[in-house]
């Protein structure tokens, strides 16, 4: 391991800079699922790549926004791709920013601005980790392909199909995932994986229209087809009750469940921020852990039909009904296959009202929780933070990893960044402390020099 | 059975000022959910009244506005009650009214005006054939009660209160309810009784506020709870599998059979209507018809948890869910007992989180379909209405008929009244035609004179 000092005080005489620079980042809007910003955002980013000495190739499929490439060349056979995003969410409501999302403001040691953490934060700090390895170390010992699509926040319609086309120019060895964070006792989180995501609508219309309820001995009801459909999804148990759900699932092998005994899950102070006296199944200790990772949910998002005043009493019989689900899944669970089987179920039983529209899919992803890129991000975690560090094989919500982690083969490592759970992020008021975007410049720097010595 | 044609011409010279009569009626706000206008109505009306020749008791419970007790004397032991309301439905949404709801406006051979059906048409109209019957024929031949409650378009809350504290003072031999209505075919319509309403509001709350869905594998969902709680209140077959629920169920007896085999109900044009290809259980002919009358019902009235915009995804795990329920109920089933029994299925079947709130209950009502009121009212509708009769044993709606008919012991029978299904009762430019409204005085005037003869 290299002197971490070292790059601790190189950090520190170049902070001011740094952190202009992330500010720079985040006075340019580029929210996706508005559409605007991609050029100027990706423009100032191929020049800041190409300073630092890559070549640059944008990657470019029918309707997505350019992905950037950037490849510094570097000693060695290895070559390491990190991953972020350049878009942002978007700002609404706008009215409960304190200082407005696209002009950084620092305030009690943070940059307040949209992006700030999710995910320029990460990502300029990376780029500033590159500066400063070049700074204190010289060239890379190994190659560098520093990896940036435009549509993360506007669910990564076309990434499946850029990582697909461009799959010669994307081989890497290991794969740096957009950050991780710190949870709410300060520690660094790491991740090595994620759980995949199916959203669906189910929609039943029966009538012409909501008609009196007086009449509902003979007219037929969405409402009920609709909510005997979603009722008809779980056993009495509680298990997921379409055929062959759980078919293709994996079970975590021996090192994914050694991590998942050291996280740290509080039960009781988790039970008081809901409210509740018990877990569902009366979960506790290592087999709720292991079920926050390795078991699917069928959740339901959001079931609306008819009349919806509290307190007030009106009779009808609606004519549509509408019912949200989203699956939490894991591997080696498909969203494909899964919306396939939830279909089949609804014509097993007779559904034959209910229209299934699939609204969102993302593949679980898992990547060998023993690789040179999480050795490193690892051992360095374990020197430069304060407190502990967390590892999960898995991480319980979702994001694009699986067009790189099982489309490409590379696995992939999230090592701790910028966030916190008070960083607002998809919320007003999106921030990033100073100190810590400092820290995950100097903690990159460090794994960076790690890895090469892997 | 008097002479018809006497009355008409009666009624048609004295046609512009009952008209009149009806439109300073509608032109006093008497919005009972709005708690207004209930003096100056109950105060015209008492005046109204007394120009009759009836004393007028004011019949007050606390909480209540009054309702007015008209006593006309008259020959004979017998006493007649006519039940009407004075108060009519709110106005919302006020800007798609024509003319101004409380300015009674002549448009196209109609009164537009709120209550100029509902129910104040029939009431005026009432008036009028009193005051017609005074004028042709004298004396009544029987005690005359006018009875005219002011909250019935906002659930009668203290109906039953009122007809219990004076019951001495209501007692009859027979019931005018609120007139029946004509039908799409202009086929007048009456009614003997009514089903009954349990209206239901199941709530669950579970979390202290709605979560990213990532926790649902121990956290547990409301929504979750209420849809299987409400899904368990039918069993596969659409039948409710509330214990007990069909218990005090009474047959129809053969006479009210066979008024329900002559109604007349056109299966496809009301396929057609409601562009559906077969009813519930493929029901048809005189089952269809008796099923709607004689069984009960269990209707989702509203269902509503977490995220509601179509074609958008959010995950989100709701912290709350909310459910309503319609029950239709049938004789001699009870509002109370169901309520009841609904929060003992709640229990029994382990839906700890589930809270009801019963929001109204009304008691169906049974009449004999056998009484001097419905005979003097039947035979004369034949020989008045240019089309047949319809008669219900029950209707299929709900109305406050229990108290009286249940309560008090007073058989109903609803004659026709004024409304059409282009009246828009409860809805935008409430009208009544003239010619109906002048139709109605004319004919009330018969039944009234033929009731004094049988």
């Given at each position: 391991m290299s002197d971490l000092s070292k790059i601790r005080e190189h950090v520190e005489a170049n902070s001011g800079r740094f952190v202009d620079l992330l500010k720079e980042a985040c006075s340019i809007p580029s929210v996706s699922t508005e559409g605007n910003g991609f050029?100027?955002?990706?423009?100032?980013?191929?020049?800041?790549?190409?300073?630092?000495?890559?070549?640059?190739?944008?990657?470019?499929?029918?309707g997505s926004p350019d992905a950037l490439l950037g490849v510094i060349p570097g000693r060695g056979p290895r070559t390491l791709m990190i991953y972020d995003h350049y878009d942002v969410q978007p700002v609404d409501p706008i009215d409960l920013w304190i200082s407005p999302p696209f002009e950084p403001t620092e305030r009690d040691g943070r940059v307040y601005a949209r992006g700030a953490a999710d995910n320029k934060g990460d990502l300029i700090a990376r780029l500033c980790a590159l500066e400063t390895y070049a700074d204190l170390f010289g060239e890379l010992p190994f190659t560098l392909k520093f990896f940036i699509e435009g549509e993360e926040e506007?669910?990564?319609?076309?990434?499946?199909?850029?990582?697909?086309?461009?799959?010669?120019e994307l081989r890497s060895d290991d794969c740096v995932w957009e950050g991780g964070w710190f949870d709410h006792d300060g520690r660094p989180q790491m991740f090595y994986g994620c759980k995949g995501l199916l959203y669906a609508e189910l929609t039943a219309k029966k009538l012409s229209g909501d008609q009196h309820s007086s009449i509902a001995v003979y007219a037929p009801s969405a409402a009920w087809e609709l909510l005997r459909a979603v009722a008809s999804l779980k056993d009495a148990n509680g298990r997921v009750a379409i055929d062959g759900f759980y078919d293709d699932i994996v079970e975590p092998g021996a090192a994914e469940l050694d991590l998942v005994r050291k996280i740290p899950f509080n039960e009781e102070a988790t039970k008081k921020h809901l409210s509740i006296d018990r877990f569902v199944n009366d979960l506790t200790g290592e087999q709720l852990?292991?079920?926050?990772?390795?078991?699917?949910?069928?959740?339901?998002?959001?079931?609306?039909?008819?009349?919806?005043?509290?307190?007030?009493?009106?009779?009808?019989?609606?004519?549509?009904?509408?019912?949200?689900?989203d699956f939490r899944l894991v591997p080696d669970q498909s969203a494909e296959d899964i919306g396939k089987k939830l279909q089949l179920h609804l014509e097993k039983h007779g559904f034959d009202d209910v229209k299934l529209e699939v609204l969102s899919g993302e593949n679980p992803s898992r990547s060998s929780v023993d690789t040179p890129l999480g050795r490193a991000a690892e051992s360095v975690a374990k020197e430069w933070f304060q407190h502990p560090l967390t590892v999960y094989p898995l991480m319980y919500a979702t994001g694009p990893m699986h067009p790189i982690a099982q489309?490409?083969?590379?696995?992939?490592?999230?090592?701790?960044?910028?966030?916190?759970?008070?960083?607002?992020?998809?919320?007003?008021?999106?921030?990033?402390?100073?100190a810590d975007y400092l820290d995950i410049i100097g903690y990159t720097t460090a794994y960076l020099d790690e890895y090469g010595r892997q």
């Amino acid at each position: 391991m290299s002197d971490l000092s070292k790059i601790r005080e190189h950090v520190e005489a170049n902070s001011g800079r740094f952190v202009d620079l992330l500010k720079e980042a985040c006075s340019i809007p580029s929210v996706s699922t508005e559409g605007n910003g991609f050029d100027t955002m990706s423009d100032w980013l191929q020049t800041r790549l190409e300073r630092l000495g890559a070549s640059v190739q944008r990657l470019n499929v029918p309707g997505s926004p350019d992905a950037l490439l950037g490849v510094i060349p570097g000693r060695g056979p290895r070559t390491l791709m990190i991953y972020d995003h350049y878009d942002v969410q978007p700002v609404d409501p706008i009215d409960l920013w304190i200082s407005p999302p696209f002009e950084p403001t620092e305030r009690d040691g943070r940059v307040y601005a949209r992006g700030a953490a999710d995910n320029k934060g990460d990502l300029i700090a990376r780029l500033c980790a590159l500066e400063t390895y070049a700074d204190l170390f010289g060239e890379l010992p190994f190659t560098l392909k520093f990896f940036i699509e435009g549509e993360e926040e506007s669910g990564s319609a076309n990434f499946e199909n850029i990582c697909h086309t461009f799959a010669e120019e994307l081989r890497s060895d290991d794969c740096v995932w957009e950050g991780g964070w710190f949870d709410h006792d300060g520690r660094p989180q790491m991740f090595y994986g994620c759980k995949g995501l199916l959203y669906a609508e189910l929609t039943a219309k029966k009538l012409s229209g909501d008609q009196h309820s007086s009449i509902a001995v003979y007219a037929p009801s969405a409402a009920w087809e609709l909510l005997r459909a979603v009722a008809s999804l779980k056993d009495a148990n509680g298990r997921v009750a379409i055929d062959g759900f759980y078919d293709d699932i994996v079970e975590p092998g021996a090192a994914e469940l050694d991590l998942v005994r050291k996280i740290p899950f509080n039960e009781e102070a988790t039970k008081k921020h809901l409210s509740i006296d018990r877990f569902v199944n009366d979960l506790t200790g290592e087999q709720l852990k292991r079920d926050l990772l390795y078991t699917p949910t069928c959740n339901i998002a959001g079931f609306t039909t008819g009349y919806g005043v509290p307190g007030a009493a009106k009779t009808v019989l609606p004519a549509e009904a509408m019912a949200k689900l989203d699956f939490r899944l894991v591997p080696d669970q498909s969203a494909e296959d899964i919306g396939k089987k939830l279909q089949l179920h609804l014509e097993k039983h007779g559904f034959d009202d209910v229209k299934l529209e699939v609204l969102s899919g993302e593949n679980p992803s898992r990547s060998s929780v023993d690789t040179p890129l999480g050795r490193a991000a690892e051992s360095v975690a374990k020197e430069w933070f304060q407190h502990p560090l967390t590892v999960y094989p898995l991480m319980y919500a979702t994001g694009p990893m699986h067009p790189i982690a099982q489309g490409l083969g590379i696995p992939i490592c999230s090592p701790p960044g910028v966030g916190r759970p008070d960083s607002n992020l998809h919320a007003p008021n999106e921030n990033a402390r100073i100190a810590d975007y400092l820290d995950i410049i100097g903690y990159t720097t460090a794994y960076l020099d790690e890895y090469g010595r892997q």
